[in-house]
């Protein structure tokens, strides 16, 4: 089995398995690296894995660079960058032998931006596998309760329709309409072919979230 084909379906478990709501994108990455790190499939688990933005080619943020989480397994390493975008939740939690209601998801809102750094997620993975030979995959994983991501774009949202995150096949090129006044902002850009978005379903703690895994 491929090393990322593993990492993937670890991924898809440790959702899957999930009992509470992640409080936040933090939240999501600690119980997923930990999650990895328990199932004693890999040789290391790294969280914060920097790489300075200046050893890769053609990277149009200049910004540092910190992948989620890095795996690695007889001297391959697997990347794994996290989005988890929300809308508003409140639940009961138990806390110190008490439920008390706890506004867990905040409304996050800025959609635009929500889809923009996910492409930049897999854009930056691209870049960094290109960099090293040691890197052979990365994965993009996006976590929302916002269906505002997994439906198709609409007239009314054009400014962010190339950076749709819609089921199905989408195109390479990942810029802004001429209109828009993020484009002078968030650099348009393009990744290195089609990728195809699947979104799967499930529930936690009676909440229906949906997530989709690309493998680069």
């Not at 990347?79 to 998801?105: G, H, M, P, W």
């Not at 923009?116 to 691209?126: C, G, M, N, S, T």
């Not at 329709?161 to 209109?179: N, T």
Request: aromatic content about 14%; overall charge negative.
């Amino acid at each position: 089995m491929a090393l990322v084909d593993l990492v993937c379906g670890d991924i898809r478990d440790f959702l899957q398995l999930s009992q509470e709501i992640f409080f936040n994108e933090l939240d999501f990455q600690v119980h997923l690296a930990t999650y990895l790190r328990a199932s004693q499939h890999y040789d290391d688990v790294d969280v914060e894995y920097y790489i300075p933005y200046q050893t890769l080619k053609k990277y149009e943020w200049k910004n540092e660079v910190y992948i989620d989480i890095v795996v690695s397994k007889d001297g391959e390493f697997v990347l794994v960058e996290l989005k988890y975008k929300t809308s508003k939740v409140n639940k009961l939690f138990r806390r110190f032998n008490e439920e008390i209601t706890i506004d867990v998801l905040k409304n996050q809102a800025a959609q635009n931006l929500g889809k923009y750094a996910f492409w930049k997620d897999v854009r930056r993975i691209e870049l960094v596998r290109n960099r090293f030979d040691a890197v052979k995959n990365g994965v993009a994983v996006f976590l929302t309760n916002d269906k505002s991501y997994y439906d198709k774009s609409k007239k009314g949202n054009a400014e962010s329709i190339r950076f749709s995150m819609a089921e199905g096949v989408h195109s390479p090129d990942k810029s802004w309409l001429d209109s828009s006044k993020l484009k002078d902002n968030y650099p348009s850009f393009e990744v290195e072919k089609e990728y195809t978005i699947h979104w799967n379903s499930l529930s936690i703690m009676g909440e229906m979230f949906k997530y989709c895994i690309v493998v680069i």
